[in-house]
Each structure stands twice: as structure tokens, then as C-alpha cells.
């Protein structure tokens, strides 16, 4: 097994290799653990499915594009800001798309009827997407830390602790399904909560 150290880089190290755009192994990693952050923020906007893996799509493009040029210590003050921020735009783009969808029919029904595209697309910046950004930026960190820890240990052990821990089934009852000792329940709980709690501290580390 993988030194549990390097289970999930710290952003800084990862962002670093991220220059390189034929790293493919650290651009999934970036995928894989940012993408659902990026469309559960889009779907919690009001935008639908399509809408929202277009938004993960178009920011990954960005992310990739601004690479080259990006600065880990200066950039929008924080990793964090900086990918909301990009979201955020993509986000808006979508609702844009939408409006012109909504005109172009009305047009085709009534060219006289015409609302301006300004007044209904929501803006993403005043409703509400920063603090669901923050809610989901925390409990992504969590999901990532526990899907890195799972690809590495053992799928009986981290079975256990699914069981016990995250689905709060009885120890016996553990036990006696997966037949494994009493003592093998307990040691995944403790083992594989002490992995994720590393992987996800290792995460917040300098928090960008």
C-alpha cells in the first residue's frame, strides 16, 4: 500500500504539477476530486443535470487553460475563491443559454413579447452560491478523503468500516456478516477513521 501520506497531495503540490498538461495522472486526481464539488454547487444553483456537467466540463477547461500563467500564493487570494469564482462564471453562462433558449421561443411565438435577459437570469454571485460553495467545499473535502482512502486499503476492511461507522450497523451484526472476529470490526473503525482523518487534514492543510 501506497505510503498514506501521499494518498491525496496537498493542493499546493498538486496545483504545481497540474502545469504540466500531459500529467494525466495528476489531472485525474484533480477530476476526481474536485468535480463533484463543482456540480453538486451548479445543481444546488437551479440548474439542471446537462446544465451542471456542462458547468464541471467548461471549469475543468478553464482550470487547464489558466495553468500555465497560474500563480499558487497570488491567485484571487485562495484556491478556493479562485475555482468558485470560475464556477461561478460557468454557472452564469448556463442560465445565459437558458434565457436564449426562453427569448428565441417567445420571439418565434410572439415577436412583440420580449423580457430583457438581464432581469431574469439569476446571478450567482447574489444568490446564495458562495455559502452553498462553503457547505459543499467542506463535505467534498471529507468525500474525496474517504474515496482515496478506499481505492488503498483493503475492500473487506473498508467494508467494515462502511458498515460500522458511516451505516451504523451493530459490531455483531458486522461481525457475523462478513464473518470476521469482533477485533477485526474495531480495527477497521479505528484504522480507517484514522486514515481519512489524515487525508482530509492533509487537504486543509494551508487552507488556500
Known amino acids: 500500500m501506497k505510503d498514506e501520506d501521499e494518498l491525496i497531495p496537498t493542493r499546493a503540490s498538486l496545483l504545481s ?43 475543468v477547461i478553464a482550470v487547464f487553460k489558466s495553468m500555465p500563467e497560474f500563480q499558487y500564493k497570488t491567485v484571487c487570494g485562495s484556491f478556493k475563491s479562485w475555482l468558485l469564482k470560475l464556477t461561478s462564471w460557468r454557472i452564469g453562462d448556463q442560465f445565459r ?40 467545499w467542506e463535505q467534498n473535502l471529507v468525500n474525496a478523503a474517504a474515496d482515496r482512502v478506499k481505492r488503498a486499503v483493503d475492500p473487506q476492511l473498508y467494508q467494515i468500516f462502511d458498515l460500522y461507522a458511516l451505516k451504523s450497523w451493530p459490531a455483531l451484526k458486522v461481525a457475523s456478516t462478513l464473518r470476521v472476529n469482533l477485533g477485526r470490526v474495531y480495527l477497521a473503525k479505528h484504522r480507517i477513521g484514522k486514515m481519512i482523518k489524515k487525508e482530509l487534514k492533509s487537504l486543509q492543510a494551508k487552507p488556500i
Open 17 to 59: 504539477r497540474l502545469k504540466d498538461w500531459q500529467d494525466e495522472a495528476s489531472w485525474k486526481v484533480f477530476f476526481d476530486t474536485y468535480w463533484k464539488l463543482i456540480y453538486n454547487a451548479a445543481i444546488k444553483a437551479g440548474l439542471t443535470d446537462a446544465e451542471a456537467q456542462d458547468v464541471v466540463q467548461e471549469t
Open 97 to 136: 443559454n437558458r434565457q436564449r433558449h426562453v427569448q428565441l421561443a417567445r420571439r418565434s411565438e410572439d415577436s412583440t413579447a420580449g423580457t430583457a435577459t438581464a432581469d431574469e437570469i439569476p446571478d450567482p454571485a447574489c444568490s446564495g452560491l458562495e455559502a452553498i460553495w462553503n457547505e459543499e
